[in-house]
């Protein structure tokens, strides 16, 4: 299984970026898809998760409002939209999977599977 995290980098306050993770190994809707992030001398916490099958979706209230979380089942592909971006959100960014909780129950606690993250700086 990997997973493969992209489109991070630098972007002023108050705008948007598109993160994008890659999903090989796994059958399509049996997974849940899940969103980290870790800031400088943070934990790494949980902000978003996406299930498998039905696509329900959760969310940190951190995120709520600004960040959506959605998949495309038939490319095996998870994305998070990121808006209205604050200096808070620096952090890396990393995408997991879950096939054993495709329902995303506890998913801060931990997923199965994880990518390498990818960088994101919000900075004026």
Known sequence: VQLQA?????????GSLRL????SGLA???YSIAWFRQGAGRERDGITCISGSDS??????SVKGRFTISRDNSKNVGYLEM???SE????????A???????CTDYGRGMDYWGKGTQVTVSS
Do not use: H, I, R
């Open 28 to 30: 399509s809707e049996e």
């Open 97 to 103: 999977a879950d096939s054993e909780n495709p329902g």
């Open 6 to 14: 992209s489109g991070g980098g630098l972007v002023q306050p108050g």
């Open 56 to 61: 329900g979706v959760y969310y940190a209230d």
């Open 88 to 95: 808070d959100d620096t952090a890396v960014y990393f995408c």
């Open 20 to 23: 994008s993770c890659t999903v």
């Open 83 to 85: 808006n209205n971006l």
